[in-house]
């Protein structure tokens, strides 16, 4: 290629051939306006990523709202208060102690393979590399994990449990974990600082975070529940499965919805960039903008192929056709391919989907055999199809996508089933049996300690007359008939406080609140 570089003496030469006498001054004039409209360019494409990764990051933050409505929806109604409230602190409290700790614990760098420490409470940011929409949107990951965990305790934990668990997750575990995987300082990351070696040679390709975001609230949640117990009539004395159905599917399906479209953030997001090309300039179609594209495709094709075989699977299962096994069949798949979405064929995408609803199957099978209850099937979608998703990363991922999502590593191995050996796939088992030890050491020590000193589970009679009366003032639903001003009467539904407080003792319950 030849030299582009705007040089004053080569450009005075050109110019004095033609009898300039001011060839000097032009060049000069001409060199400032070429380095202006590359300084100009830096900016543009700047603030085109940043804008790219601030619209993600919204996208992100939106599934907030799906899981709030997923959860009310899976739970009884006189619990709706509370689960949505916690939903609303996740946000909240991970908000102020990503922002003190865990950002720095993540991606402090310069730092170990283990922990961060630079950037606490984001000073020194912005700095190169480090802008506040990079921060927004790991805190917008961070708190997802949190949101994970909420739903695998829901209808019986103490209110102040869920503050201190939540403020642990996002502030101390769930950031070391990312600094391991997705740190260029950390000892197990695919995309290392240039020199450092690589875990097997490879580093682990968990993309977006099956492992990194799913996995970690999986287990936390699945310790969690272990540790509580399962809801009072969840089993009979016998040990069989006794459905407590969520009192809503109309907000699980709105919730099912508003998770897909903030997929499409979470994963294409993880790009972080988008104005970049991998072939010649003016290509139209080898950029990133075009993997960022097949990985929204990745994403929709593993999620809709896990939700159909769900349908069919449970249908034959059950005898019925039913829309929330489906949503949760979805999700699982959407769990599922978030490793590897970025580096696999879409072919392989079905693939991931299809074995991703079977394995939420089994896991639910075995949940029941063991007594293990959990609201929203969050450890067995979560914690089971996320860890499958990290092995189908290892398995399919293909060698010119990897090297575009990884670059500056010519040679690296990739998936075990496309031709690049086993290392990739060692390194991501690696992943899953290091997510799964800390987790357990750190969250299920946490929820051992909570119950020990009684902070844990709540009273069995707050339990059976629900948690939003009990504990919160009043019900999310309350049908009842005031007089208007006029002294008229209607009826209707409403939110209502109330200062009195139900004694279940003394209250009749139906079949359905027990």
Not at 165 to 170: G, I, M, N, R, V
Not at 180 to 187: K, L, M, N
């Amino acid at each position: 290629m030849a030299d582009q570089t705007c040089s004053v003496s080569n450009l005075s030469a050109l110019l004095s051939t033609g009898g300039s006498t001011n060839s000097t001054a032009a060049a000069q004039y001409i060199c400032s306006q070429l380095q202006t409209a590359v300084l100009t360019t830096a900016d543009i494409t700047t603030a085109v990523d940043m804008t790219f990764l601030l619209f993600s990051t919204y996208l992100v933050f939106a599934m907030q709202l799906g899981f709030a409505m997923l959860c009310a929806g899976s739970v009884r109604a006189k619990n709706t208060l509370n689960i949505m409230l916690t939903n609303i602190l996740d946000a909240a409290a991970g908000a102020l102690f990503y922002y003190l700790f865990g950002f720095a614990f993540a991606f402090g760098s310069p730092s170990n393979g283990f922990i961060g420490h630079h950037f606490f409470a984001l000073k020194s940011v912005p700095s190169p590399g480090f802008d506040y929409p990079y921060f927004l949107f790991q805190w917008a990951f961070a708190i997802a994990a949190a949101g994970i965990t909420s739903g695998s305790i829901a209808e019986r934990t103490q209110f102040v449990s869920y503050l201190i668990y939540s403020s642990f997750l996002t502030g101390f575990v769930y950031p070391i974990v990312s600094h391991w995987f997705w740190s260029a300082d950390g000892w197990a990351a695919a995309n290392r600082n240039p020199g450092d070696s690589l875990l097997f040679g490879s580093g682990v390709i968990d993309f977006a975070g099956s492992g990194v975001v799913h996995m970690v609230g999986g287990i936390a949640g699945l310790w969690a529940a272990l540790i509580e117990g399962p809801r009072i009539g969840r089993f009979d004395h016998n040990g069989r499965s006794v459905p407590l159905r969520g009192h809503s599917a109309t907000l699980i399906v709105l919730g099912s919805f508003m998770l897909w479209f903030g997929w499409y953030g979470f994963n294409p997001g993880s790009f972080i960039t988008i104005a970049k090309s991998y072939g010649p300039i003016g290509s139209l179609v080898h950029g990133q903008w075009s993997a960022i594209g097949r990985t929204a495709v990745t994403t929709t094709i593993a999620g809709c192929t896990s939700a159909l075989t769900t349908l069919f699977a449970k249908r034959f299962q059950t005898g019925h056709w039913n829309v929330i096994d489906v949503c949760n069949g979805l999700l699982g798949g959407f769990a599922a391919i978030t490793a590897g979405c970025a580096v696999v064929e879409r072919g392989a995408a079905v693939i991931c989907g299809f074995v991703a609803a079977w394995v939420l199957i089994g896991f639910n099978l075995l949940a029941a055999r063991f007594q293990y209850d959990d609201p929203l099937e969050a450890a067995q979608l979560h914690g089971g199809c996320g860890s499958w998703g990290v092995l189908f990363a290892g398995l399919f991922a293909k060698k010119d996508f990897v090297e575009e999502a990884y670059p500056g590593r010519p040679g690296r191995p990739y998936g075990l089933f496309m031709g690049g050996g086993g290392r990739l796939l060692a390194a991501n088992v690696v992943q899953m049996l290091v997510i799964t030890g800390w987790v357990s050491v750190t969250m299920g020590t946490l929820f051992y300690v909570l119950h020990r000193m009684g902070l844990l589970r709540i009273s069995a009679e707050d339990e059976l007359a629900g948690l939003d009366v009990t504990n919160h003032g009043g019900a999310a639903y309350v049908y009842c008939e005031e007089e208007s001003a006029g002294g008229g009467s209607h009826g209707g539904f409403m939110m209502k406080a109330t200062n009195s407080r139900v004694d279940p003792r003394l209250t009749p319950l139906s079949p359905n609140e027990i």
